[in-house]
């Protein structure tokens, strides 16, 4: 499997979309099961690219995979804290993406003034879990019943990586 790790690109909004539909339909990773409505207008990863803040997608063959995003908190006195967000999609999990695309938007983040990283990954998801600490993001707390499908309740774990 040759995959290569490409920055965000206006063609790839749609496929895009279509990977996160996938991995969301899983119901098991993404804090979404069900998305919003789709323009790809107004999509995120416009926003992404007209800022040049990171955002990066795994391509198969041309095949969107996989996808990672750090998105700068809203508030001005808190824009170098981004959230991190990223998905694979089950067909392409444990081939070494996560890595390769946590290292591209790790990478990135600090020139767009992210100097903190955070996210939230469920307990039951220690793939992602072990990753994140692989790259050095440390556990700081549980949000309990974070989140709740089909009657399976998921606690949330809160981690946090500064970078330097």
Known sequence: MSVEIVYMRKDLIRPWRAAVEEVAAEKQ??????????????????????????????????????????????????????????????????????????????DHAPRSGITKVELIVFDSNQRAAALFRKFGFEAIGISRDYRRVEGVTYNGVLMERFLS
Not at 71 to 83: K, S
């Open 29 to 106: 990773y993404l804090g979404r099961v069900t998305l919003p409505p789709f323009d790809p207008e107004h999509a995120l990863p416009n926003r992404m690219i007209a800022q040049d803040l990171p955002m990066y997608c795994a391509l198969d063959a041309g095949r969107l995979v996989g996808w990672i995003d750090i998105i700068p908190v809203d508030i001005p006195e808190c824009r170098h804290r981004g959230t991190l967000g990223m998905g694979i999609v089950a067909s392409h999990r444990g081939a070494g993406l996560g890595g390769r695309l946590m290292t591209a938007a790790l």
